[in-house]
């Protein structure tokens, strides 16, 4: 990356990321340094993902005088973030058990950045332009074949014409569809679904089942019918109500009898004024953002699809950590927490499986919201708010050193609809080319074709022949060598190996790649079962979390003392974790500043 971003370590900031910046939006940071206090006050952060290291980052940056403890049940933080290499055939390569490439878009994008800017790592960034297939060549499997996907509008014109991939051309009639029907300005909680088949009509129901349907499983890894529409894509819900349809969005107002100013919106719509105030605020943050981190680096953002590192994204979370440690934060692992009490003076107490006990004056809680909800024993209606589906996901990175490059599509990889649900035995979500999508991560990239291949989601049910079976084990991750007469691990579950070979022989299928090909080369997999790894945001996920901030705000069990931040809440991708994470310590960071000792519950941004 140009050396317009390169940005010392050092030095300390009340900025929203820490060193190189001085975010001035007042309602989620000030500029004014940390005041003196009479005792050391005690902020525990409780689950060392990627949430509670960035955090505790923040925190300590901020509040140097404090004494931050960061909290994590496992051996080892960075929570879903897990890079690996593996040896396969002489030769290592790096695979991925959780995200594997950050996207620099919006407001989530620029805050990610600029953490990578004060962590110093920019020169270590390997960056995928727009320009780059992997960015321009994404595919969906349907009728039995890979079909690549519209990716200009010429594309998209001819792949309606010639109806390929299959069922695009239903797309004609549900915009007609949109087109005509008017808004529901009055519409509750929908799921996607709902949304869609309301305003797409019948033609609608084919596009769920044959494209959106995918893109969900590759996001979310839940269904349509799982998910709220104003949970994960308000912004539709938003240009309904504001311009009457889809299609009237992009239509020039003038020409639209729908359209209403958002001072119209807001007399009668208490949920879209909602909408409408949280648009305004991000879009004030994101300006104070780009402004900082200036011209160069904004424009170098916009043509940039993805990114990642050398060592792949835990490079991100062990420099956090590298960070912190030096900084003074006292991390605690391999000890899950059992219990969290109240106890006399505003005081918060968490009891350890191991016996230990500590008091402090904030815990901010990270940990899933399930995982909280065990461990907060004496408040059930606050118990009940931090419930929340989630999805299992199945990931196989499968390492494949062979005498040729194998051949596989030119792009990032494929998603799996709903529609294969009665062929699709394994549970496939999709496949990513990681070779393709990520390149230059291994020394020699010619020999080396790497896949991960994503299962379960909505698939994973009960009765479902793959889910059983990896649901004896439990979590988990298993390492195999593959040769042509079977695997050479024999603490392998057989489970586990008869799971891999179904997989494989699927990827052979699906990309056309003859077997005996794949008898020629060495193959090292990797199998990680992340069970609850993806929350799933349903049609009531905003009101229960605006509810839930107000009774951390007004009822103040556990004595006020509590925030909480994390996928659980407020956004499940990297980005919009360290976006909350970090809004939501300069938020404690003045508050503690200024000595008001006031309630901070991490769902302010949701409860305008």
Not at 68 to 87: C, D, F, M, T
Not at 145 to 173: D, E, G
Not at 440 to 469: A, C, H, W, Y
Request: glycine share 10%.
């Amino acid at each position: 990356m140009p050396g317009l971003l390169r940005v010392g370590r050092g030095g300390g900031s009340s900025s929203l990321f820490g060193e190189g910046f001085k975010l001035s939006v007042r309602r989620y940071a000030s500029q004014s340094s940390a005041a003196p206090v009479k005792e050391r006050r005690r902020i525990a952060v409780l689950g060392g993902g990627i949430s509670g290291l960035t955090m505790a980052l923040q925190l300590v940056r901020r509040l140097p005088t404090h004494d931050i403890h960061l909290y994590e049940a496992k051996k080892r933080v960075g929570g879903w973030v897990e890079s690996e290499k593996i040896k396969v055939g002489g030769d290592l390569a790096l695979v991925e058990g959780g995200p594997r490439s950050i996207r620099p878009a919006s407001l989530p994008g620029l805050a990610m950045m600029s953490l990578v800017r004060s962590l110093g790592l920019e020169e270590r960034m390997l960056s995928i332009p727009k320009t780059h297939p992997s960015a321009k060549n994404r595919y969906i499997f349907h009728s039995g074949k890979v079909n690549l996907l519209p990716n200009s509008l010429a594309s998209a014109f001819l792949a309606v014409l010639t109806n390929r991939p299959p069922r695009l051309r239903s797309i004609i009639p549900a915009l007609v569809h949109d087109f005509r029907t008017p808004p529901d300005l009055g519409a509750g909680a929908e799921s996607v679904e709902d949304f869609f088949r309301r305003r797409l009509g019948p033609a609608g129901l084919k596009i769920i089942d044959n494209a959106m349907s995918a893109v969900l499983h590759g996001i979310y890894a839940a269904d349509t019918k799982d998910l709220g529409i104003r949970s994960i894509f308000g912004f539709l819900a938003l240009a309904e109500k504001r311009h009457g349809g889809l299609i009237r969005a992009a239509m020039p107002t003038r020409w639209n009898r729908f359209y209403r100013t958002d001072e119209e919106i807001s007399k009668d719509n208490a949920t879209a004024r909602e909408m409408i105030a949280k648009e305004k605020q991000e879009g004030i943050e994101q300006l104070e953002l780009e402004e900082q981190l200036g011209k160069a680096t904004v424009n170098y953002m916009k043509t940039t699809s993805i990114f990642s590192f050398k060592e792949g994204i835990q490079e991100l979370t062990n420099a956090i950590e590298e960070d912190i440690v030096q900084r003074g934060v006292t991390i605690h692992r391999g000890d899950p927490i059992k219990e969290i009490r109240a106890s006399p003076q505003r005081l918060a107490e968490i009891v350890l499986q191991g016996g230990d006990e500590c008091k402090f004056d904030r815990v901010v809680s990270a940990m899933p919201s399930n995982d909280l909800a065990a461990v907060w024993k004496d408040d059930p209606a606050l118990v009940h708010l931090l419930k929340t589906d989630t999805s299992t996901v199945a990931v196989l990175n499968l390492a494949i050193r062979s005498p040729n490059p194998l051949r596989v599509p030119d792009g990032f990889g494929y998603l799996v609809p709903r529609a294969s649900v009665d062929t699709n035995t394994l549970g496939l979500l999709g496949v990513v080319f990681d070779s393709a999508a990520v390149p230059g991560q291994e020394s020699s990239e010619g020999n080396i074709t790497k896949l991960t291949m994503m299962l379960g989601g909505p698939f994973f049910r009960k009765g479902f022949t793959v889910f059983d079976q990896l649901q004896s084990l439990g979590p988990g991750s298993w390492g195999l060598a593959l040769k042509t007469k079977g695997n050479d691990d024999d603490d392998v579950p057989q489970q586990v190996q008869e799971l891999t070979s179904m997989a494989i022989d699927t990827l052979c299928q699906n990309l056309g790649i003859p077997k005996e090909v794949l008898a020629q080369s060495a193959i090292k997999a990797k199998l990680r079962l992340q069970v609850d790894c993806i929350p799933r945001y349903d049609r009531h996920h905003l009101e229960r979390m605006k509810e839930l901030h107000h009774v951390l705000k007004h009822q103040e069990p556990k004595g006020g003392c509590l925030t909480l931040i994390g996928a659980s809440y407020t956004g499940i991708s990297v980005n919009d974790c360290v976006l909350n994470a970090s809004r939501t310590a300069n938020l404690l960071a003045d508050d503690e500043g200024t000595g008001a000792r006031g309630i901070i519950t991490g769902l302010e941004h949701l409860a305008q």
